[in-house]
Structure formats: C-alpha cells, structure tokens
C-alpha cells in the first residue's frame, strides 16, 4: 500500500517570494506522483503529474516539481507566489499497476501574505 | 464544457438522520468517483463507478453508506443512519475513463455536518 506525507501542514509567505511545499511518499511498487490545488470552496484541480519520462515535472501557474526516486519525495516549487496562490496544495500518489486508485496526503495550506 | 455538478452544497443533520448527496459528472466521463474528505486531512476514496459497476468500494462503510449509478451517468450518496463522525466534505469527480492516465474533475463538493 502507498503512503504520502506533507511535512508542513501550514506554509506563509511573503508575495513574490519562492515556495517549496514538500511531499515524500512510502510504496514498494512503481508509483505515478500528483499535486492537486483546492482553491477555497472550490474541488480539487490538477496542477501536475509526474506519470514517466523528466524528472522535473512543470504544471500550471508557474509551479513545477521534480521526482526524487531515491529519496521518495515530490517536493513543489514555484519561484515568485502571487496572493492568488492562497490555497490548499494535495500531493497524491498511486501504483503504476493493478488499481490506479489515488492516495492523497493530509495537504498544506499556502498562505500568501502582502 | 460544464463542469461536475453536485447538491446540495452543504447539509446539516443529527446524527442518526439519513442524508443523500447527489453528482451529476462531466457529459461522456464513464467512470465517477466519490472521495470523503474529513477537516484536515486528504479526500478518502469510497466509491469508484465504471459506467454503472462498482470498480472499487473496499473503503465504503457499507453498513451504513450506500452509493449508486444507476443509468451510468448522475450518481448518489447515501448515509443512513449518520453518525457524528461522517461530518466532513464529500467530493464527486468523474474521468473519461479509469486510470491515472485520464485526469480527474472534481465538483465543488457538499459540506456535511452531523450534529
């Protein structure tokens, strides 16, 4: 079975400062990796997936994230936040074979301060 | 295209009341799934549909939650009776079909709180 862990269940930032939100994960099979944004009273959106092929994962609104096989994590970063990213950040993860059933970690909140 | 549907968008109840949640999926996505999302912590898949089967439900509490796709399209949850515990956000997403390779959409969500 997998496993996810995001280390910081609370990040605040400055605007326009860099942002590292960090994931590791726990499997003994192959794994696909995902980072989901929940905006406040709004589903989750997919912001990017690493599934095969780069190790540096780019997604949506300027974030990207690199997969880290030997040290199972999946760590997101985007180099200068906007107030806009105030959200909620999920990293998820699921085996490559049988059942693709996505885990999610416990999420962090990315406050954005002026 | 519209998106994924869901209502109510929040429900308060006591505990031992019936509540049903309903999802309407983005048009042509065979597969839908619902997720239990609980107050600090990820969404729980509970419920995984392919067209009107069940793919996955071995994290449903079947006693006493009960889902159904009956035409393969809209789709509801249903508690009976709730507990205090069950208080938590419950998402719907749908998928052109199963696999991660097929990007899920996930509704806005209904918030539900047991008293």
């Known amino acids: 079975a997998q496993s996810v862990t995001q280390l910081d269940s609370q990040v605040p930032v400055f605007e326009e400062a860099p942002v590292e939100l960090r994931c590791n994960y726990s499997?003994?099979?192959?794994?696909?990796l995902f980072w989901y944004v929940q905006y406040p009273n709004q589903g989750l959106q997919l912001l990017l997936k690493?599934?095969?092929?780069?190790?540096l994962v780019k997604g949506i609104n300027g974030f990207e994230a690199e997969f880290n096989k030997s040290q199972t994590s999946f760590h997101l970063r985007k180099p200068s936040v906007h107030i806009s990213d105030t959200a909620e950040y999920f990293c998820?993860?699921?085996?490559?074979?049988?059942?693709?059933?996505?885990?999610f970690g416990q999420g962090t909140r990315l406050t954005i301060n002026p | 295209e519209a998106g994924v549907a869901q209502s109510p968008r929040y429900k308060i109840i006591e505990k031992r009341q019936s509540v049903a949640f309903w999802c309407n999926p983005i048009s042509g996505h065979a597969t839908l799934y619902w997720y239990q999302q609980i107050l600090g912590q990820g969404p729980k898949l509970l419920i995984q549909f392919q067209n009107n089967g069940v793919v996955d439900d071995s994290q449903l509490p079947k006693d006493r939650f009960s889902a159904e796709r009956l035409k393969g399209v809209d789709s509801t949850l249903k508690i009976q009776p709730a507990k205090l515990e069950d208080s938590a956000v419950y998402l719907c997403?749908?998928?052109?079909?199963?696999?991660?390779?097929?990007?899920?959409?996930f509704g806005p969500g209904t918030r539900l709180t047991v008293l």
């Open positions: 997403a749908s998928s052109l079909s199963s696999g991660v390779y097929n990007e899920q959409f």
């Open positions: 690493y599934l095969s092929g780069s190790t």
């Open positions: 998820a993860v699921s085996n490559v074979q049988g059942a693709q059933k996505l885990v």
């Open positions: 499997s003994s099979v192959s794994v696909y």
